[in-house]
C-alpha cells in the first residue's frame, strides 16, 4: 500500500508540473522558432489535430436545434441512437438486463463507449457491479445533463476517437453544455408523454437553466432537472415470456440534478471555470432480476419492492478548468473529481439467484474518481503548416465494494489463493497518459494528421496506441478521408481483483462439468482494437452524400473464462472439488460494416435527411459469438420543414433490420428452439411540430411510433433469442419552453 501510495503521488505531482510547464516549454519552442526565423504568418487557416478529427467520417453532431425539434422522453440516447453507427443495446449478448439499453457504437458493446460531458469523462456506470456474462445491473451514463441545457453532442466513432485513451475503442459521446453568457437570459422546460397503453411508463419532467454576468469579468451557469419515469406494469409482458420465468418491463426512473459554473475572465485571453454539480438518479422497480428466476424465495424479496427504489445513485463532480492563450499557441487543463456511491438493495452472487435481490437490506458502493488532463498547441511552419498538440492525463480509479466481495466458499470448496471470507473491499487502478498529435497541411486540399498516446495502467502495464488520418479533397466537392488508429480498453476493478467471486453449481460453467467458481485475474492484459475507416463525401449547395467503410480487429477483448486453471479443495454434497475459472483474454474478434448518409434540400426550407448502418460481421472469432445483438441494418431517415418563420414540422422513420441471438448458451452447448428466434425487421415512425408564439415561448407536439409496433421481452437470449427488451408503442408528448 505504501508503494502504490507513493506511485499515486508520483503521477499527480509530475501531472502538476506538466500542466504548468506545457505551455512555458511551448512559448519557450516558439520563441526560439522565430529568431531561427521560421515563417509564423499562416497558421490562421489550419485547425488543431482535434478540430480536424471532428471532420474524420466517423462523425455526427446533433445541435441544441434537433434536441429542441425531437424532445427524447428522458433519456438521450433516445436521440444518439439514430446517428449512423449507434444503436442500443444490453450491456451483454446474454440478455441480462435487456430493458437496460445504453449506447452501442459500431457494435463494439456499451463497455467500449466513452462518456465525456464537457470533455471531462463520466465514469459513475463503473460502480455498479459487473455479471458473470458482462451484465451491470445500469442505464450508462447518458442521463447526467437535461437535454435541453445542451449545446450540442459530438459523436466519434472509429479512429477519431481513439485519442482519447481507455474506453473509447468503440466510440466517444462528448456532451457539451451551454456555457455563460454577457447578458442575464433564463429558460425552463415542461414536459410530458402520454402512453397509448396504460401498462407503459409515463414521464414528466422540468428543467431550468440560467446564465449572465456577475462582474465584468464574472459569469455564471447554472442548471436543473427534475424527472419522474414510472416504470412499465409489472406484468407487461405476460403471455409473452418464454418458460417459467418471470420477465419484467422497463424500470422507472427518478433524476435530480443541480449544476453551477462560474467562468473568471481574469485576462482576455485567459479564464478559468469552476464547476460543481450534483446529480441523484433512483430507479423504480419493475421487478426484474439478472436471470427472471420465478422462484417463490426469490420472488418473494423481489415483489415488496416492485413500484420502489431498489438502486439509487448519487454523484457528485467537481472541476476546474483553465483555458488560454499565449501569443501564437492555445492550452486548455482541467482536474475533475467525480464521487459515485451507489446505494442498492443486496444481490446474489451464484447461480440462478445472481443478480436477484436477496435483502431488505441497503449497502453502497462508493467509486472516486479523479482526472488531470493538461494539452497545448503549438503551430508552426516548418517545410507546412502545422500544429502539434502536445498533451498529458492523469486518471485514478478508487472503489469500496464491501457487498460483491463476500461469496463464501463453503459449498465450493476453498480456493488457494483467497480467503474464505473478510476478502479486501478496495480495489483501485491509476492510467498516467502522454499523448501528441500534428495536423500538417501538406498542400492545399491534404490534411495528414498523425498521432501517438502512450498509456501505463498500473495493473497491465504500458501500452502505445499510433493513430493516423488523412483527408484529400478530389475535387472542390468530393472529399476522400481516411483514418487507422490502435484503441485501447483496460480491464474494470472487478475483473482484475482476485477477491471478486462468482459461483455456479453448474447450469453457469462453461462445459457444465460441475460447480465453478469465477474469479478476477490481476494478470489479464488490456483490450486492443485496430480500427479503420475508409469514407467518401460529396457536398454541393447543400446536397451531401457519403458512405464509409470501418472494420475493427479486437485482440484480447475479456470474457468469462473457458479454461480450468484449478479445483477448490472440499466443499460439501455433490458441489465438493469445483473448477475454478477466471476472467481471460479472447485470443480475437472482429467488427465490419458500412455507414452512409444522404441530405436532400429539396426546397429552401424542406431538407430530407438519411444515413444507414449495415453490419457485415461481429463476432469472436473463436466461438463465432455476436459481440451484441444489434440489426442487421439500421436506415434512419428525417423529413425537416420549416413552414413558417414559427412553426417546423418533422418526420423520422426508422426501420430496424433483423437482430439474431447468441449461438451458445451459458454451458458453451448451441442454443434451440426458441433461443435461435431472430427479431424481423420493423420500423418505427414518428411526427413533431414546433411553434413559436413569441420569441420567448415555444411548444412542440409530437407521437412517436404512430404505427404501434411494439416488442415485449421474453427472457434472456438463451431462452428467448434476440427478444431481450420491450420497444413501447405509441405515444404522445408535449414540450414547453419559456425563455427571457
Given at each position: 500500500m505504501?508503494?502504490?501510495?507513493?506511485?499515486?503521488?508520483?503521477?499527480?505531482?509530475?501531472?502538476?508540473v506538466?500542466?504548468?510547464?506545457?505551455?512555458?516549454?511551448?512559448?519557450?519552442?516558439i520563441?526560439?522558432?522565430?529568431?531561427?526565423?521560421?515563417?509564423?504568418?499562416?497558421?490562421?487557416?489550419?485547425?488543431?489535430?482535434?478540430?480536424?478529427?471532428?471532420?474524420?467520417?466517423?462523425?455526427?453532431?446533433?445541435?441544441?436545434?434537433?434536441?429542441?425539434?425531437s424532445?427524447?422522453?428522458?433519456?438521450?440516447?433516445?436521440?444518439?441512437?439514430?446517428?449512423?453507427?449507434?444503436?442500443?443495446?444490453?450491456?451483454?449478448?446474454?440478455?441480462?438486463?435487456?430493458?437496460?439499453?445504453?449506447?452501442?457504437?459500431?457494435?463494439?458493446?456499451?463497455?467500449n463507449?466513452?462518456i465525456?460531458?464537457?470533455?471531462?469523462?463520466?465514469?459513475?456506470?463503473?460502480?455498479?457491479?459487473?455479471?458473470?456474462?458482462?451484465?451491470?445491473?445500469?442505464?450508462?451514463?447518458?442521463n447526467?445533463?437535461?437535454?435541453?441545457?445542451?449545446?450540442?453532442?459530438?459523436?466519434?466513432?472509429?479512429p477519431?476517437?481513439?485519442?482519447?485513451?481507455?474506453?473509447?475503442?468503440?466510440?466517444?459521446i462528448?456532451?457539451?453544455?451551454?456555457?455563460?453568457?454577457?447578458?442575464?437570459?433564463?429558460?425552463?422546460?415542461?414536459?410530458?408523454?402520454?402512453?397509448q397503453?396504460?401498462?407503459?411508463?409515463?414521464?414528466?419532467?422540468?428543467?431550468?437553466?440560467?446564465s449572465?454576468?456577475?462582474?465584468?469579468?464574472?459569469?455564471?451557469?447554472?442548471?436543473?432537472?427534475?424527472?419522474?419515469t414510472?416504470?412499465d406494469?409489472?406484468d407487461?409482458?405476460?403471455n409473452?415470456?418464454?418458460?417459467?420465468?418471470?420477465?419484467?418491463?422497463?424500470?422507472?426512473?427518478?433524476n435530480?440534478?443541480?449544476?453551477?459554473?462560474?467562468?473568471?475572465?481574469?485576462?482576455?485571453?485567459?479564464?478559468?471555470?469552476?464547476?460543481?454539480?450534483?446529480?441523484?438518479?433512483?430507479?423504480?422497480?419493475?421487478?426484474?432480476?439478472?436471470?427472471?428466476?420465478?422462484?417463490?424465495?426469490?420472488?418473494a424479496?423481489?415483489?415488496?419492492?416492485?413500484?420502489?427504489?431498489?438502486?439509487?445513485?448519487?454523484?457528485?463532480?467537481?472541476?476546474?478548468?483553465h483555458?488560454g492563450?499565449?501569443?501564437n499557441?492555445?492550452?486548455?487543463?482541467?482536474?475533475?473529481?467525480?464521487?459515485?456511491r451507489?446505494?442498492?438493495?443486496?444481490?446474489?452472487?451464484?447461480?440462478?439467484?445472481?443478480?436477484?435481490?436477496?435483502?431488505?437490506?441497503?449497502?453502497?458502493?462508493?467509486l472516486?474518481?479523479?482526472?488531470?488532463?493538461?494539452?497545448?498547441?503549438?503551430?508552426?511552419?516548418?517545410?507546412?503548416?502545422?500544429?502539434?498538440?502536445?498533451?498529458?492525463?492523469?486518471?485514478?480509479?478508487?472503489?469500496d465494494?464491501?457487498?460483491?466481495?463476500?461469496?463464501?466458499?463453503?459449498?465450493?470448496g476453498?480456493?488457494?489463493?483467497?480467503?474464505?471470507?473478510?476478502?479486501?473491499?478496495?480495489?483501485?487502478?491509476?492510467?498516467?497518459?502522454?499523448?501528441?498529435?500534428?495536423?500538417?497541411?501538406?498542400?492545399?486540399?491534404?490534411?495528414?494528421?498523425?498521432?501517438?498516446?502512450?498509456d501505463?495502467?498500473?495493473?497491465?502495464?504500458s501500452?502505445?496506441?499510433?493513430a493516423?488520418?488523412?483527408?484529400?479533397?478530389?475535387?472542390?466537392?468530393?472529399?476522400?478521408?481516411?483514418?487507422?488508429?490502435?484503441?485501447?480498453?483496460?480491464?474494470?476493478?472487478?475483473?482484475?481483483?482476485?477477491?471478486y467471486?462468482?459461483?455456479?453449481?453448474?447450469?453457469?460453467?462453461?462445459?457444465?462439468?460441475?460447480?465453478?467458481?469465477?474469479?478476477?485475474?490481476?494478470?489479464?492484459?488490456?483490450?486492443?482494437s485496430?480500427?479503420?475507416?475508409?469514407?467518401?463525401?460529396?457536398?454541393q449547395?447543400?446536397?451531401?452524400?457519403?458512405?464509409?467503410?470501418?472494420?475493427?480487429?479486437?485482440?484480447?477483448?475479456?470474457?468469462?473464462?473457458?479454461?480450468?486453471?484449478?479445483?477448490?479443495?472440499?466443499?460439501?454434497?455433490?458441489?465438493?472439488?469445483?473448477?475454478?475459472?477466471q476472467?481471460?483474454?479472447?485470443?480475437?474478434?472482429?467488427?465490419?460494416?458500412?455507414?452512409?448518409?444522404?441530405?436532400?434540400?429539396?426546397?429552401?426550407?424542406?431538407?430530407?435527411?438519411?444515413?444507414?448502418?449495415?453490419m457485415?460481421?461481429?463476432?469472436n472469432?473463436?466461438t463465432?459469438?455476436?459481440?451484441?445483438?444489434?440489426?442487421?441494418f439500421t436506415?434512419?431517415?428525417?423529413?425537416?420543414?420549416?413552414?413558417?418563420?414559427?412553426?417546423?414540422?418533422?418526420?423520422?422513420?426508422?426501420w430496424?433490420?433483423?437482430?439474431?441471438?447468441?449461438?451458445?448458451?451459458?454451458?458453451?452447448?448451441?442454443?434451440?428452439?426458441?433461443?435461435?428466434?431472430?427479431?424481423?425487421?420493423?420500423?418505427?415512425?414518428?411526427?413533431?411540430?414546433?411553434?413559436?408564439?413569441?420569441?420567448?415561448?415555444?411548444?412542440?407536439?409530437?407521437?412517436?411510433?404512430?404505427?404501434?409496433?411494439?416488442?415485449?421481452?421474453?427472457?434472456?437470449?438463451?431462452?428467448?433469442?434476440?427478444?431481450?427488451?420491450?420497444?413501447?408503442?405509441?405515444?404522445?408528448?408535449?414540450?414547453i419552453?419559456?425563455?427571457?
Amino acid at each position: 500500500m505504501k508503494c502504490r501510495k507513493f506511485v499515486t503521488r508520483q503521477n499527480l505531482l509530475f501531472l502538476l508540473v506538466t500542466s504548468i510547464c506545457l505551455p512555458v516549454l511551448a512559448q519557450i519552442q516558439i520563441t526560439e522558432e522565430q529568431d531561427n526565423a521560421i515563417q509564423l504568418d499562416t497558421l490562421e487557416v489550419l485547425g488543431t489535430a482535434q478540430e480536424e478529427l471532428k471532420q474524420a467520417p466517423g462523425v455526427s453532431i446533433i445541435t441544441a436545434e434537433d434536441i429542441r425539434k425531437s424532445p427524447p422522453v428522458n433519456d438521450i440516447s433516445e436521440i444518439l441512437r439514430k446517428q449512423p453507427g449507434v444503436n442500443l443495446t444490453g450491456n451483454s449478448g446474454s440478455g441480462a438486463r435487456g430493458n437496460n439499453r445504453q449506447v452501442d457504437i459500431r457494435g463494439m458493446g456499451p463497455e467500449n463507449t466513452l462518456i465525456l460531458v464537457d470533455g471531462k469523462p463520466i465514469s459513475s456506470k463503473n460502480s455498479v457491479r459487473y455479471g458473470w456474462r458482462g451484465d451491470r445491473d445500469t442505464r450508462g451514463d447518458t442521463n447526467w445533463v437535461p437535454a435541453d441545457q445542451i449545446e450540442r453532442i459530438e459523436i466519434l466513432r472509429g479512429p477519431a476517437a481513439a485519442r482519447y485513451g481507455s474506453g473509447a475503442a468503440g466510440g466517444v459521446i462528448n456532451i457539451i453544455t451551454k456555457g455563460t453568457t454577457q447578458e442575464h437570459h433564463g429558460n425552463v422546460t415542461i414536459y410530458r408523454n402520454m402512453p397509448q397503453h396504460k401498462s407503459e411508463g409515463v414521464t414528466k419532467r422540468i428543467d431550468f437553466g440560467l446564465s449572465g454576468p456577475l462582474a465584468d469579468n464574472l459569469s455564471y451557469r447554472i442548471y436543473g432537472n427534475l424527472n419522474k419515469t414510472d416504470a412499465d406494469d409489472k406484468d407487461i409482458n405476460k403471455n409473452h415470456t418464454i418458460g417459467n420465468f418471470a420477465t419484467a418491463g422497463r424500470e422507472g426512473v427518478r433524476n435530480k440534478d443541480i449544476n453551477g459554473l462560474i467562468k473568471w475572465q481574469f485576462t482576455p485571453e485567459q479564464s478559468l471555470e469552476f464547476e460543481a454539480g450534483f446529480s441523484r438518479q433512483g430507479n423504480i422497480y419493475a421487478g426484474d432480476s439478472m436471470n427472471n428466476s420465478s422462484a417463490a424465495a426469490l420472488q418473494a424479496f423481489r415483489d415488496p419492492w416492485i413500484g420502489r427504489e431498489t438502486n439509487i445513485i448519487y454523484r457528485e463532480n467537481f472541476a476546474i478548468t483553465h483555458r488560454g492563450k499565449w501569443d501564437n499557441l492555445s492550452s486548455m487543463s482541467f482536474f475533475q473529481y467525480e464521487k459515485t456511491r451507489n446505494r442498492r438493495l443486496q444481490e446474489g452472487l451464484a447461480g440462478g439467484p445472481e443478480g436477484n435481490i436477496n435483502s431488505n437490506d441497503f449497502g453502497t458502493i462508493s467509486l472516486r474518481s479523479l482526472t488531470g488532463h493538461s494539452e497545448v498547441n503549438i503551430p508552426f511552419y516548418a517545410v507546412f503548416d502545422q500544429v502539434v498538440t502536445l498533451g498529458t492525463e492523469w486518471n485514478e480509479q478508487k472503489m469500496d465494494d464491501p457487498f460483491s466481495n463476500t461469496q463464501t466458499v463453503t459449498e465450493g470448496g476453498s480456493i488457494p489463493s483467497i480467503t474464505g471470507t473478510n476478502r479486501n473491499t478496495k480495489s483501485s487502478a491509476t492510467i498516467s497518459s502522454l499523448f501528441v498529435e500534428n495536423n500538417i497541411e501538406l498542400r492545399p486540399g491534404t490534411i495528414v494528421t498523425p498521432g501517438l498516446r502512450y498509456d501505463h495502467h498500473t495493473t497491465t502495464g504500458s501500452n502505445w496506441s499510433p493513430a493516423l488520418n488523412i483527408s484529400q479533397d478530389l475535387t472542390d466537392t468530393v472529399t476522400l478521408k481516411a483514418g487507422i488508429a490502435h484503441a485501447y480498453k483496460a480491464p474494470n476493478l472487478y475483473q482484475t481483483n482476485p477477491n471478486y467471486l462468482l459461483y455456479s453449481r453448474g447450469n453457469g460453467c462453461w462445459g457444465a462439468g460441475g460447480s465453478c467458481y469465477l474469479m478476477g485475474n490481476k494478470n489479464l492484459k488490456a483490450e486492443t482494437s485496430v480500427n479503420k475507416e475508409l469514407g467518401i463525401e460529396y457536398k454541393q449547395d447543400g446536397w451531401i452524400a457519403g458512405i464509409t467503410w470501418f472494420r475493427n480487429d479486437y485482440k484480447n477483448k475479456i470474457e468469462a473464462g473457458q479454461g480450468i486453471i484449478g479445483t477448490a479443495t472440499g466443499g460439501t454434497g455433490s458441489y465438493v472439488n469445483s473448477d475454478i475459472f477466471q476472467w481471460d483474454n479472447v485470443p480475437k474478434a472482429v467488427v465490419e460494416g458500412l455507414e452512409g448518409n444522404l441530405t436532400i434540400p429539396l426546397h429552401y426550407d424542406l431538407t430530407w435527411t438519411n444515413n444507414f448502418t449495415y453490419m457485415l460481421q461481429s463476432k469472436n472469432k473463436t466461438t463465432g459469438e455476436p459481440l451484441s445483438i444489434i440489426p442487421e441494418f439500421t436506415i434512419n431517415s428525417t423529413m425537416d420543414w420549416q413552414a413558417t418563420d414559427a412553426l417546423s414540422l418533422q418526420t423520422t422513420a426508422t426501420w430496424y433490420g433483423r437482430q439474431t441471438p447468441p449461438k451458445y448458451d451459458y454451458q458453451g452447448k448451441p442454443v434451440s428452439k426458441d433461443g435461435k428466434r431472430e427479431i424481423s425487421p420493423y420500423v418505427l415512425v414518428g411526427f413533431s411540430g414546433s411553434y413559436e408564439f413569441t420569441k420567448n415561448l415555444r411548444v412542440t407536439l409530437g407521437v412517436n411510433n404512430i404505427f404501434d409496433k411494439r416488442l415485449y421481452r421474453e427472457g434472456n437470449s438463451k431462452d428467448a433469442g434476440a427478444y431481450t427488451y420491450n420497444e413501447p408503442g405509441r405515444t404522445l408528448y408535449t414540450s414547453i419552453t419559456a425563455s427571457f
